[in-house]
């Protein structure tokens, strides 16, 4: 096993990882250990070209009707409140 340690971490992220690991009934060394993996996790599943790749196996999935539905619930969300902008 190899030691990593990490300098100048300031006081307030230290507390957080604390509260965090007790939390989650971890030390805050196991909690590291879960960060590192998780973030190389998810640089791998960037790739390369840093697109996430981690929803890909539901690209296509949706059926005809459920695409409809969809655009139907979110058509709003492209309208432009004028009164926002004033």
């Not at 030691?3 to 990882?17: C, F, K, M, S």
């Not at 590291?32 to 790749?53: D, K």
């Not at 539901?58 to 969809?70: I, Y």
Request: proline content about 0%; cysteine-free; glycine content about 6%.
């Amino acid at each position: 096993m190899s030691t990593i340690i990490v300098r100048n971490l300031d006081e307030q992220t230290h507390e957080r990882l604390k509260r965090e690991a007790k939390a989650l009934g971890l030390s805050v060394n196991t909690l590291m250990q879960e960060f590192i993996r998780t973030g190389l996790r998810s640089r791998r599943a960037q790739g390369a070209s840093g697109r996430y790749h981690d929803l890909d196996a539901l690209a296509g999935t949706w059926s005809v009707k459920e695409e409809r539905e969809f655009f139907k619930h979110v058509r709003s969300l492209s309208e432009i409140d004028e009164e926002l902008w004033r």
